[in-house]
């Protein structure tokens, strides 16, 4: 059974930044899509950031030049560093990760638990 694990949130000051971390534990062979999502009080969960086995990214617009997704596949972990950091951002983040290979077979869409980002002076 695969879970992810976030860590990483907390309360931050505007125009600071965070680093997000969501790391998948169970005997793990291979992580297609890694992503991170967040929602907002009264908002529908929206698409933070993504990124392929092989690196490739995609952002959300309201994100572009402000946070930056990266993993360590060796450590089957995903990070979001988080920069310029503003109210609207204030949210609970979710991990994703999609088509995750391990020894018992596919999992196809498994997400973490969450971890609350506030952005507050």
């Known amino acids: 059974q695969v879970q992810l694990v976030e860590s990483g949130g907390g309360l931050v000051q505007p125009g600071g930044s965070l680093r997000l971390s969501c790391a998948a534990s169970?005997?793990?062979?291979?992580?297609?899509?890694m992503g991170w999502y967040r929602q907002a009080p009264g908002k529908q969960r929206e698409l933070v950031a993504t990124?392929?086995?092989?690196?490739?990214?995609n952002y959300g617009d309201s994100v572009k030049g402000r946070f930056t997704m990266s993993r360590d596949n060796a450590k089957n972990t995903g990070y979001l560093e988080m920069n310029n950091l503003q109210p609207e951002d204030t949210a609970v983040y979710y991990c994703?990760?999609?088509?995750?290979?391990?020894?018992?077979?596919?999992?196809?869409?498994?997400w973490g638990q969450g971890t609350l980002v506030t952005v507050s002076s």
């Open positions: 169970g005997i793990i062979r291979s992580i297609n899509t």
């Open positions: 994703k990760a999609d088509r995750v290979l391990t020894a018992r077979g596919w999992s196809f869409e498994v």
């Open positions: 990124i392929t086995s092989s690196g490739s990214t």
